[in-house]
Every structure is written in C-alpha cells, then in structure tokens.
C-alpha cells in the first residue's frame, strides 16, 4: 500500500481548468527555443504561481542562482534525430504564469515532434538567462502533487496527459535545489544484501536449558542487528483473502547475546521456536520520531494521522516512545508500524509496510519538506532479514554422555617390534578399564587398507578380528606373512549396550519399522547381515567380533579403529540430533541403553619376519664377520674388517650411511631379497 499525503491549505483562489491553447509567442528567445508544433491538437497546461502555500522558489541552486523577472522557463523533449527540442515556454514575469507544452501530434506526422501521453514532465527544463543572454541548465521540475487544493484543481502531477495541468513548485539544477535538499531517493544501496544465520548441529533442544544463538554476520551497511524470537504456536493472520498465517513475533534479542533459554519465553516441552535476524538503520527510524515528536504533538503529527487515520503520535507515546532516543531496538521500529496499523506487525508485513513507507514519503517529499521538516532524513529506510531457523523444544535430553573416569589405555611398546609371522605372538598384557565391562584387542591389518575419507584420499587399516586380553595368537591364522606388518589396539567398551540395542532392532524381524528404516538409511539390509553374522539377539554379542559385525553393518562395509569411534559418537548423538520423539516412534526404547562408552589404548605394530631373518637392522661399529638377513630393511655404518666375508639380505632397502667403511681384502655381499636358509 503508498499512502497518500493529500493537504487542504487554504481557499485564497483557484487557478483556472481552462486548458490554455497551443498558440505560439511571437519570437523564441533564442533560435534554439523555437517550437515546431504549434498548433499541436495535443498539449498540457504548465502553471507557476508563487503565491501558492509552498507555492514557487525561484532559486535553482545552493549557489544562488535566481530565475529573474524577464527570465524564460521552457520545456524540451528529444526528437527523433536525438536533438532537444523545445515544446513550450513562457517568459517570468515574477507572478502568475501558464503556457502549454505539446504533445507528440502522431494522426498528422509519424515523427516525434512533441510529449506523449504517460511521459514524465520532470525533465527536461532550462532557464534563458536575459540579462546574460544565456542558456541555463538543464534543470529538474518538482511538481505540486495532483488533486492540490487550494488554488484550483490540478489534474497531473509530473505525468504529461492530454487535456491534462500540472503546478511547478521549484527547479533544481544537478538533483538539488537552493536549499540544498536532493531529490528523494526511495531505494537501499544494492550493496545491502541478506544475512544468513550459520545453520545449527541441531534443531532438537531442550526446552528449559540454555540455547545456543547461531552465529551472523551483521550487515556492514546498517547499523545494528537483532534477532527475532517468533512463536509458531500463535500464529497472526496475515492474508484473510488466501488465509496465510505468520508465527507471532513475542521477544527479540541483540546479537551480542549468545544464548537464550526458551522456557523464559514461556515456550514449553514439544513446541516448537523459530529466530529470523534483522539489520535495520535505526537512526533512519529515530529521523522520522524526531520530525514527528510524538511527546509534543506539531503539525507532522497532525498530517499524518490525517493520513493514517489514527491517532499516531498518541499511539507512539502511549508505548513510551517521546523522541527518536527512545527508539532502540526493532521493538520499537514494530511498535511504530503497529501504531500506524493498530494490528499486529510481523517480519513480512514490516517489510511491506516500510516499502510502502519509502514510496510514499518519496513522493510526496515537497509536502513532507514543508509540513514535516527533518522527516525524509529518515528516507529510505533500509532493512534486511536472514533466513529462519526453527527448534523443536523437547524434555530434558538423554544422558549421553560417558563417565569421565573413562580414560585412555597405555600399552608400553614391546621389547621388540620383530616376531616370526609363523610363530605365537604374545599379546599385551592390559588391564580392563574398571568402568567398562568388556576388554579385547583388536586386530588390524596395515596391507589391507579401508577409505575412510572420500573426499581426502584417506585410508587407515582395516579391523580383521579381535582376541581376548592376556593370550597370545598366531598371525598366521589370520593370513598374515612374511614381511607383513600386524598392529594390535586394546578396545575397552560396555558390551551390554550392544547387547541391548540388538534386542531393540530384533534382527529377527527384518521387516519391523526399526531395521527398515536402518536399511533405508544405510543402503544394505541392516537385519539380514546381522543375521548372516549370526546374530539374532544380544545374548548372541559375546565379545568384540560379533560387536565388530554390528558397526560393520551399520557401515555397510569393513571399518577402522577410528571409524569405529566415529560410528560410536554418531550412536550416541542421534538423540540430540534427532530428538527422542522421532527415535522412540521409529524404534520404542532405543534410546534406553544410550550412551555407548568405549575407549581405545596405543596401537602397537609388529615386523613378520621369516625364521631364517636374524632381525639385525641397524649395524654400528666393527661389524663381525656374518650373513645379515632382515624382512624389511638393514642400515649400517660401522666397519668390516680387512678379509671378511659379509652377506646383507633385506627384503625392501639396504642404507649405507656415512661413516660406514668396506676395508681392503673384504668380500660383501648386498641383495634385497627375502630371508633365505
């Protein structure tokens, strides 16, 4: 809606209707102003009148310069060879003038030769100065608006209609008139662009705990920033015709503040709560009170509430606002559209309502520079909001966090990092964690590498068994060779949950709403590869191999150390990123066991050797006389003696360093080969 800002000033006399003929003068003032189409079936009535209220300034400029009596004004178009051309013109004589402009004469000639209808009058206009004989210029009309009363009914404003009459209040010359005000502008720097408000991990929060407030960056280009708490459960009518609604606007909060608790709001358990952020020129807002002073009522509050039809200033006093000071934040910009509405403002309506603000002011600037001196310093007033974010408020979260006795298990290295690959390894000796049931050492395998990050390239070794604490194996029982690598990490974690968890999903019903949802979400059959692993009911979860079956399920695939952690942390926040409401409908009591702790020791990783390797790899000082083997490397820098015969076998690099010396008479031999009998 642009509000329309009509004024009754007065019955001092009327300027006639009578539509002035399109009758050239005598002689142009200069060559230049001479008129084409004189006798134009077309034209528009042009009055300048300086005893109308705010009626005629005759400067153009802040440096003084004067239309004088003798001067001529004059009105000119552009034709079609692109050279101004006047259309019509009248000589100042320092009271009441009129003259027509033509209009384009398109029954008589196909050629521009004049205005046409729905042209704006604004441009272009120059003053000839007589006394310098002179061109001056171009100069900008304003207009008195139409319908203005007092000296006669003005038809048009600055829109050229057949028939039609317009009254010209002052000429500027470069946007600004002697007083130095501009031309109005009504639109916001196009360097004023949205806000955006940093998504959250989560939209399930508790609904009588502290909520953190999502970052935002505020608009450089305006000067302070709020953000919105809106209600959903109290919606307003906003559109009776389509029946749209809008969550209420209840509390608003400056972005300095990083948390908010929405039980202070008196939202409450599984409603929901929605925050928008708004930039805003607030000192554009405290322009406009300070005009109006709403605490000493003036002549702008007597306009305005004409306009609105309510009582405005009254309004904005009864809500304490006095003066712009008492503006400070986006309640009170609402509270200043609302007295204007007397109805509820939400964050669409404000929009509106200030685009309609900006229109209107704007065009009716010359009426608001009289009557409401200061007002348009606060046009245009420019805003802009974010995007929505809305929490689901919910009861007090599951406890899923673990005890914080739960502390990483040290292994101290072995005593040497080279075994036999066909021999019995012994395994480390770890305690189980006293707050955790279950302890087993996982077994990984460095040449059988899983993706753990697609986007990265990352790999890490993949999880091939597990072995109860304090035995020993064979890694031969688990393919491991010659020259291969096997790395041993102690897992302690609290088998129960699993267990309990298994008996939630019950494989066994592979059709139920719980595994299906599991396999929709995972893309494998969740139910179907527990079952395949043997695994039926949580009595079934005996130690880390049937536990490793599950997460490789729910991976759909073989899985790391880490990206067993990984899964486990995602177990454990599925409540707070999901909400237990969601959870308990898909799978009744899966949030029970939660959380499932866990925690992981050192990894430890062995040399498979041969039993042929001596596993000497590093050779310092005098080197005895002797066939080195070793799976993987040998380094050296010591010295062989004169007539010694010397063999160095390694199955990947042999490195001579510096200060290694082959005397005279030696014999060594150097091959990279597998250890050999």
Known sequence: MVFHLTMLLGTMGFLSTEVVQAQCPNAPPDPSWT????NSPSNHTITINPT????????????????????????????????????????????????????????????IDGYAVGDDLTLIWYLWDSSASALVGPMEAKFHPSNFFGFGLVTDQNIYAVNGSSAIQSFSIGGCDAYGICTQENTCPTEITDISLTPPTTIYVPYNEPLTLPSITPNSNLLQTDIVIRDPQNPILVDTINQIYEPNIIGLVPITETSINPSDYNFEEGDQMCITAISYDINAFKAIVDAMNPGNPNTCCGLLEAVFLVPLCDNLSNEGIYTGSDVMNFEQIRIFFESIEESPVLINSFFELLESLNESFASN?????????????????????????????????PNNTCPTDITDIVLPPPATPNVLYSDSLTLPNAAPHPSLIQTDIVITDPQNLVLVDSINQIYEPKIIGSAPISTSINPSDYNFEEGDQICLTVISYDIDVIKAMIDILNPVDSLSTCCQVLTGAIGEPFCT?????????????????????????????????????????????????????????????????????????NTLCYNLNSPYCNFIEYLTDTIPENTYQASNSITANGTINPNDTTNFYAGNYIDLKPGFISTLDCQLTIEITPCID
């Open 35 to 38: 008129i084409t189409t004189c």
């Open 52 to 111: 109308f209220p705010n009626g005629f300034v005759n400067d153009i400029d802040s440096a003084g310069t004067m239309i004088a009596a003798g001067d001529y004004i004059g009105a000119f178009y552009i034709n079609d060879s692109g050279l101004l051309t006047a259309s019509g013109w009248e000589q100042w004589t320092g009271g009441a003038i009129s003259f027509p402009v033509r209009g384009d004469d398109t029954a008589i000639t196909p050629l």
């Open 365 to 397: 600037s010359d009426v608001l520079n009289f009557v409401c001196p200061g007002v348009l310093n606060g046009i245009p007033t420019c805003a802009v909001s974010s995007n929505t974010i809305c929490y689901n408020l919910q009861g007090p979260l």
């Open 529 to 601: 590869n527990l079952l395949d692993a043997g695994i039926y009911t949580g009595n079934d979860i005996m130690d880390f191999n049937q536990m490793l079956s599950f997460f490789e399920s729910l991976e759909g695939g073989p899985i790391s150390v880490n990206q067993l952690f990984n899964l486990l942390e995602g177990l454990n926040q599925m409540p707070i990123d999901n909400g237990p409401f969601l959870l308990d409908l898909i799978c009744p009591g899966f949030l029970d066991p939660l959380p499932i702790c866990a925690t992981s020791s």
